[in-house]
């Protein structure tokens, strides 16, 4: 593929929902094709074999790239047109250098992960993360001699130190993860606090990097990197997708980081395929559309709500009181509330599964991010591989139901969750 051209009108820059249509893509690359075909390819022909050399010196680092000559296409192993694409395009809304593109969330986070801790380093992780997180950080890099160590999301900057400290690992630290807001509490992680902690435990020999898992916002609603973020990290199965319809993961960074991920993703085989990026160019169209229905729907919904007499407590970043100081942060990092929303039902498991059974509208399922509403109950299902000690710590309860706010009419929402509570 050609090498992108900028696009610009009266000398200003277009927005990302305008450059969504067009960005890093020209029709005349392929017979006039308005949208970009999906170049379903294990492989691509050399024009020479002298062209095959070159593209592989590029791949493989013996040839530096330079602004006449860019890597070239050989496997869809290693690049594809849909990929390139894609990925140009998702640099728009973090306004990063580069992007890296996956099968899945959890193989973006992996690879990640695998990339830049070695055996002996510690690894900071906020609480809660999403469960398939938690059973990657505690259960399979403790084999490669990786520690995770953990600290609560709500946790200052001294709060972080102080557990450093205590720990005896900051010396070993290589990197602090953060996932914010949390799943499914809605904690908030202050992002530039986690910078500057990654900054005074960095050394000349070596940078703590700061990665943030941005799921439950997306683009749209926080951009960690302009808070001191190194890397951000999506599954793209959700917002992104959008249609409940693939499996996908996104990191984002600088152009150093990604081209390292993007180094062993090739020989981990994490990439997504042609389709999956296909598919995911045609959801960024209406990205802002969907997002923005879903949080203003989750704004009637959390109204709804907070008031009723059998929700003992509504987790919801919009109703986050200005005392707090989680409202600080949320107002620091965060330009809307979002659509996810968690609840505590009065009567414990057997009221939640009342409620979750009794649902019309809102589909029983886990994930999120969808044109359609789902529920779920964590503790039983995303979060269930936690010990249930650690589940109660982090406010995880058999009581609690997570709720994924779709496009649907906001009153009809409002319907379904009434008559489900009225059930209990």
């Known amino acids: 593929m050609k090498k992108k051209r900028p696009v610009r009108l009266q000398g200003k820059d277009l927005r990302p929902e305008s450059l969504m249509m067009t960005y890093g893509y020209h029709p005349e690359w392929s017979e006039g094709a308005l949208k970009c075909p999906i170049f379903q390819t294990s492989t691509f022909v050399f024009k020479s074999a002298e062209e095959g050399k070159k593209f592989f010196e590029f791949a493989w680092g013996l040839r530096k790239k330079s602004a006449r000559a860019e890597p070239g296409l050989i496997y869809s192993r290693l690049n594809n047109p849909d990929l390139e694409v894609l990925e140009d395009r998702l640099t728009l809304w973090d306004e990063a250098e580069a992007c890296v593109v996956f099968e899945s969330g959890m193989a973006a986070i992996s690879t990640t992960l695998l990339e830049f801790l070695r055996p002996g380093d510690t690894v900071l992780y906020s609480e809660p993360l999403y469960g398939g997180t938690d059973y990657l950080l505690k259960q399979v890099l403790t084999r490669f001699g990786i520690r995770p160590v953990g600290f609560r999301a709500e946790s ?71 808070h001191g973020a190194d890397l951000v990290l999506y599954s793209a199965t959700k917002y992104m997708g959008g249609h409940s319809d693939l499996i996908a993961g996104v990191c984002l960074g600088s152009s150093e980081l990604i081209d390292r991920i993007k180094g062993l993703r090739s020989f981990l085989g994490t990439m997504a ?17 969907r997002m923005t229905c879903q949080m203003k729907n989750a704004r009637y919904v959390a ?58 509208l809102f589909k029983l399922a886990v994930s999120l991010g ?4 789902l529920a779920e109950h964590p503790s039983s299902m995303t979060h269930s591989e936690l010990v249930p ?24 929402l409002i319907a379904d969750l009434k008559q489900a509570l009225d059930a209990v």
């Open 156 to 226: 200052s900057l001294e709060e972080i130190e102080k557990i450093l400290r205590h720990g005896g690992t900051s010396e070993k630290l290589g990197m602090i993860y953060v996932e914010t807001p949390s799943n499914p509490t809605n904690a908030i992680v202050d992002i530039a606090a986690c910078a500057e902690a990654a900054r005074r435990h960095s050394t000349r020999k070596r940078r703590v990097l700061v990665a943030v898992d941005n799921t439950f916002l997306g683009p749209l609603w926080q951009q960690p990197l302009k």
């Open 273 to 289: 395929g042609p389709w999956t990026g296909w598919l995911l160019m045609r959801s960024l169209e209406t990205l802002k559309l």
């Open 303 to 360: 109204d709804f709500l907070v008031d009723h007499p059998k929700v003992e407590r509504v987790y919801y970043l919009g109703h986050l009181p200005a005392q707090d100081p989680q409202h600080r942060v949320y107002r620091k990092q965060c330009t809307a509330p979002g659509a996810m929303i968690s609840i505590d039902i009065i009567g414990g498991e057997s009221a939640a599964f009342k409620f979750l059974n009794n649902l019309k």
């Open 370 to 373: 969808g044109t359609e509403s």
């Open 389 to 412: 000690e650690t589940r109660h710590r982090l406010g995880i309860t058999d009581k609690m139901v997570r709720l994924s706010i779709g496009v649907e009419h906001p009153e009809d």
